[in-house]
């Protein structure tokens, strides 16, 4: 770790991996001999169509996309989904089910409503405070899509496995969980996430739409909210944001020829969240919020005795170079948000002091 900088366990914006940081600095002031930034370059140049074209490469190879399927990049963050998805794949007569997993889930739900589409909730773990995934769910087998938050950032819980809709396509938020590790694309018709959590800078939402779902899109809708417009041009219908995408770029040669493939990440994740999980459920002074079989390799949720000793555990935590500790102020408590970037190191770190500070505390 450089000297001047901290562990970031932010829930995001969130930590880059530093090799990222340290590439876009070093060409940052004349971008591939162009004698120019990267931020400077016009959109429709060649250097800028090698970076948006090599991200979408990256993504069709670490998932495993064919030809049916179209990567695009979005403005608005995960949220404008919420109101994409319903617009463009639900006609009259169309329903769809959300699952209710929490904050995410639920703003999913409203926007969906708010737009009068036929929305059913089949399963919802509102009745213990989102603190589990539903399981022996009984999808709509007439449904044109199930939807799912597959990692819940803010309650710290999230899918083990996708659940079975019995063919039903699923469309999921993968926002806080997205190249985290392997999925089969197969079951799924759009996945969207926003890229400031694992893959990237704020700014860019990345969604994978199938031809299928593609094939819904009415031509009515605004061209800034219909994915056509999107996969006609390529995501460069209009100026895209650029410095995000770059950043993903990077991002994503770091996790293919640095780390070795999803494979590989997701070993390292499960890792760092067993370690955390382990030390926290050997004693009784910290607490687990999330039900063993549902928690999250990515958010690690938690309480200590009193809201008192959160405070200062989130403060003290800070004074030691351990940022970004405090849960979200819907849910108090602690949260380490450990994504892709967050190395091991930061994880021993983190237990280390927790240690620390439960035997002044405790
Ligand atoms: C952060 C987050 C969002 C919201 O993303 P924005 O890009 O801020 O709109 C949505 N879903 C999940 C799962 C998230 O973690």
Not at 209 to 227: A, F
Not at 253 to 279: C, H, M, P, S
Request: hydrophobic share 40%; proline share 5%.
């Amino acid at each position: 770790m450089q000297a001047d900088r901290i562990y970031n366990f932010n829930p995001g914006p969130a930590a880059l991996p530093l090799p990222v940081l340290e590439e876009i600095q070093e060409s940052f002031l004349n971008y591939a001999g162009s004698g120019m930034s990267v931020i400077e370059i016009s959109h429709r140049s060649s250097e800028f169509e090698a970076i948006i074209n090599d991200a979408i490469t990256r993504i069709r190879r670490l998932l495993s996309l064919d030809d049916d399927w179209h990567v695009l990049f979005i403005q608005g963050g995960a949220s404008t989904q919420f109101c994409m998805i319903p617009m463009n794949l639900l006609g009259r007569g169309d329903t769809a089910d959300y699952v209710d997993t929490g904050t995410w889930s639920t703003k999913a739900i409203k926007e969906a409503r708010l737009l009068d589409k036929s929305v059913r909730v089949p399963a919802s773990s509102e009745d213990r405070n989102y603190c589990y995934i539903p399981k022996n769910i009984e999808f709509d087998p007439n449904a044109v899509f199930a939807h799912i938050t597959t990692n819940n950032t803010i309650k710290g819980t999230q899918w083990a496995d996708m659940p079975d809709t019995g063919g039903v396509p699923l469309v999921a938020d993968m926002s806080s969980d997205i190249m985290s590790r392997p999925v089969d694309m197969k079951k799924f018709g759009l996945v969207y996430a926003g890229a400031q959590k694992n893959i990237g800078p704020a700014g860019v939402c990345l969604v994978l739409i199938h031809r299928k779902m593609l094939d819904r899109v009415p031509d009515g809708l605004p061209s800034m909210l219909k994915y056509t417009t999107f996969s006609a041009k390529n995501s460069l219908y209009n100026t895209p944001p650029s410095f995000a995408i770059y950043t993903v770029q990077l991002v994503l040669k770091w996790i293919e020829e640095t780390v070795g493939g999803l494979e590989k990440l997701e070993a390292v994740n499960r890792q760092k969240a067993a370690l955390l999980y382990d030390f926290i459920d050997n004693g009784d002074f910290y607490r687990s919020t999330a039900d063993a079989d549902s928690r999250s390799l990515m958010n690690v949720t938690f309480r200590l005795p009193d809201e008192s000793m959160e405070t200062l555990f989130v403060e003290q935590a800070l004074e030691n170079g351990l940022g970004g500790l405090k849960g979200h102020r819907s849910v108090g408590g602690c949260r380490a948000s450990i994504y892709n970037p967050t190395p091991m190191a930061a994880v021993e770190a983190l237990v280390d002091f927790m240690k620390d500070f439960e035997k002044r505390a405790g």
